[in-house]
């Protein structure tokens, strides 16, 4: 078992791309750029639903599609 | 893996867990001439035969982690990916796990399950299985589903190259499919995918999954596939499933082999992503998470 895992691809223009987006990389992503619409909602959903308590689940090694 | 028989209940999505579990132990047995995909290669993996997807009798998992990229109405989803594809997308992001079937650690069904359902009590709404491309794990997909109560929500991505058999062991499991949609055309889906007669399968795959569970679909917008891709998978969505909710991603990266092909060694263009949802408008697709 390993932490989360979040990967990232940030372009020249600097659009930031994501996958295996976990509920703290969205957090702070979202603390990044507040006006950043797609993660306004992302960050939400974390604060308010799974993300609170996410330290209580295992995880694996990370990583899948987009 | 053991589970309890089911007796005397009523068939169907209620009874999901007994369901599964019966459903399970045919999809092992189905492991000694297998034709869980498309690509109906036959071999026995039982007996360590290999096809395609070059898995065996056991699962492997990658990852599994809660998670929030994915579509608004899934998430916090508990996603478990699974080790091993049947196709061979060259741009895959985790090609290195999703076409490795031995990939990750051991599948248990049962500790996985555990796991999802302290993920649900911390309020995921959804549990997502994966890949690679988990319909080449159905025995171990189905004892998942088994382990799992009848009100968790439970999520099946797909690539849409499952077969008939597979499709008939998976209805009423999966409460949604969320499907990608890859190629517009065979000839892409060869190329990029070394995929035959993917078009057709996966229009079965999709008018399948719209019929028998919600649907979402999919489509990664791959740079340069505006016109070949995109295009023919929207207008056959707006003609055949046009009340499917469709997710166009933007996101593609050049991962794994993608600059194997030049138009695959870059991100799309803004003003590609413009176009592919100027498509979808004018077909008048659902889009969603716009």
Not at chain 1, 45 to 50: F, I, L, M
Request: hydrophobic share 45%.
């Amino acid at each position: 078992m390993s932490e989360p895992h979040t990967e990232l691809l940030i372009l020249p223009d600097g659009r930031v791309l994501v996958h295996n987006l976990t509920p703290a990389m969205a957090a702070l992503l979202h603390a990044l750029d507040p006006q950043d619409r797609s993660m306004i909602d992302r960050a939400t959903v974390a604060r308010s639903r799974g993300g609170k308590r996410r330290a209580q689940q295992q995880t694996h090694r990370t990583s899948h599609k987009p | 893996m053991t589970c309890l028989e089911p007796v005397g209940l009523k068939r169907g999505v209620e009874n999901r867990a007994a369901l599964a579990c019966e459903r399970a132990q045919t999809a092992r047995g189905l492991l000694a001439s297998c034709h869980f995909c498309a690509h109906h290669c036959g071999v026995d993996r039982l007996a360590g035969e290999r096809g395609l997807c070059q898995a065996g009798a056991e699962t492997h998992c990658f990852s599994a982690q809660l998670e929030v990229g994915e579509e608004l109405e899934l998430i916090p989803t508990f996603a478990v990916a699974l080790g091993g594809c049947d196709l061979r997308c060259d741009f895959c992001i985790t090609g290195a796990s999703s076409w490795n079937p031995a990939a990750g650690a051991a599948f248990d069904a049962r500790a996985m399950a555990a796991q999802a359902k302290r993920a649900l009590a911390a309020g995921a709404r959804t549990v997502t299985l994966l890949g690679g491309e988990p319909t080449i794990h159905l025995p171990a997909a189905l004892e998942f589903v088994a382990e799992m109560p009848a009100t968790a929500a439970l999520v099946w991505k797909t690539n849409a190259y499952g077969s008939a058999e597979a499709r008939a062991l998976l209805e009423g499991m999966f409460n949604i499919w969320v499907v990608d949609f890859k190629f517009g055309n065979d000839g892409c889906a060869q190329r990029l995918a070394r995929i035959p007669d993917y078009v057709r399968a996966a229009r079965e795959n999709l008018v399948w999954a719209g019929e028998n569970s919600r649907l979402i679909v999919r489509h990664l917008l791959m740079p340069g596939h505006l016109e070949c891709c995109w295009e023919p998978v929207a207008e056959w969505l707006a003609a055949e499933l046009p009340g499917a909710k469709v997710s166009l991603r933007c996101g593609f990266w050049p991962a794994w082999h993608a600059r194997r092909h030049p138009e695959l060694s870059h991100t799309p263009s803004a003003e590609e992503c413009a176009q592919a949802r100027e498509i979808a408008r004018g077909l008048s697709l659902s889009l969603i998470d716009e």
